[in-house]
């Protein structure tokens, strides 16, 4: 059932990040990528598990942009980064959970990962994308413009939608 | 042996990242030629399908502005008619170029179900394929001039290279002075590109129409493609770097036509490999 509610997730978010963010072209530089919620708010698995997940939203998220590879890199840098920064804002807090949402981990603790981790997926992405450093300040305009939508969507999904 | 086993237990999920992440830079480093760059997947036919049925409702909101930038573009087509109409058949008759030259263009009208502009892997899908004739390596173009090339083709979908895509070549000539250039992009905004091998010679204004040359077999000549916005000529440069503002603006391409060149085979065929 968990398999299931995870697999129906990523069916889901994978359809709205498609049909609706991908076509968002409020300027040129706004590319949402709210699906990276998945990865952020995956429940605590094996961690050859989290990597095997992240490359495989990575992957699929490649086939759908046609951006070979982009999302791979970045999904897996993601996957290997958020048990690190996790276990260390637990410990901070004094908590221990299985679930990666407001109400479980606390709201400090799943703002600054969502932060962080939004950041180094968006950051990784437009990087890779642009392959260069002569326009790094298209770089940096389309972390932020994008970065701002997609934790919204990271935000209203882990303290509103999903109840643990 | 042991130790080996020992070393790869401990850092089983180290190696697996590693791993993971070598495969993902080499798909990477392995798009090095254009059409390598872009596959009509299943995925994108079905991303491709999905934004066809949610864009129709989205249209209806919309509807009013397409229906006065078509009324307008109708009007202009008209009198364009019009106007060749008359030239047509005062030379018809007397013109043996004509029985050819009539047949060399149709369009293949298209709407635009996916798209990405901004990355440096855009692309857009239409929703037009191979059951309508469209193939790889016809011209696409839109009422405000050159959009790209067909890039893949499946049975219902066409995948276009963008004018906004790096990998991109685009024969153009100076509307003013007839100097033949090609058209680059190398980001980062989808409303300019560049114009190179144009001889420092020649004279060119900011302002300066360009449109496409006619010299390969994927648009009729004369379609807009920009204006020159600013003219750089590096010291010791034998050619201009001009900065082309573009004429269609990526981000709101809704419709589209495609070009049919029925004699693009012979014309091909007519050079021979030397």
Known sequence: MKWFRLILRTLVVLFLQATIFNRLHITTACHPYMYILLLICLPVIPRWGELLYGFALGVLMDIMCSSPGIHTAACVLVAWLRPVLLEHYLQEAGRITDQVVASSVGNSVFMRLSLWLTLLHHLTVFTLDTWSWAHWYWVVLQVLVSGVITLGCVYVYGFLLHKS | ?274
């Open chain 2, 1 to 274: 042996m042991e130790n080996l086993l020992r070393f790869i237990r401990k850092y089983s999920n180290f190696l697996l990242f590693l791993g993971l992440e070598v495969v993902a830079f080499l798909w990477l480093f392995s798009e090095q030629k254009l059409q390598q760059s872009t596959f009509l997947s299943a995925s994108n036919s079905l991303v491709a399908s999905l934004n066809e049925q949610v864009s129709a409702v989205g249209e209806y909101f919309s509807l009013a502005t397409y229906n006065n930038a078509l009324s307008a573009e109708n009007a202009r087509l008209r009198e364009e008619v019009h106007r060749l109409q008359g030239i047509v058949e005062a030379v018809a008759e007397n013109d043996s170029v004509y029985r050819y030259a009539h047949l060399q263009w149709d369009y293949i009208p298209a709407k635009v179900v996916d798209m990405e502009c901004g990355t440096q892997h855009n692309y857009l899908v239409l929703n037009k394929g191979a059951r309508d004739s469209v193939c790889v390596g016809q011209g696409v173009l839109c009422a405000d001039g050159v959009v790209g090339v067909i890039g893949a083709v499946n049975s219902r979908f066409a995948e276009v290279i963008p004018v906004i895509h790096p990998k991109m070549r685009l024969s153009c000539r100076l509307k003013p002075n007839g100097q033949t250039g090609f058209m680059v992009w190398s980001g980062p905004s989808a409303r300019y590109a560049r114009l190179t091998d144009v001889g420092r010679h020649i004279v060119v204004n900011e302002g300066d129409t360009v449109v496409s040359s006619g010299l390969t077999s994927l648009f009729p000549e004369g379609i807009p493609i920009g204006v020159v916005e600013h003219i750089d000529l590096p010291d010791g440069d034998t050619y201009y770097d001009l900065n082309v503002r573009l004429t269609v603006d990526f981000g709101k391409l809704r419709y589209v036509q495609v070009v049919r060149n029925p004699l693009s085979q012979e014309q091909e065929n007519v050079l021979l490999p030397l």
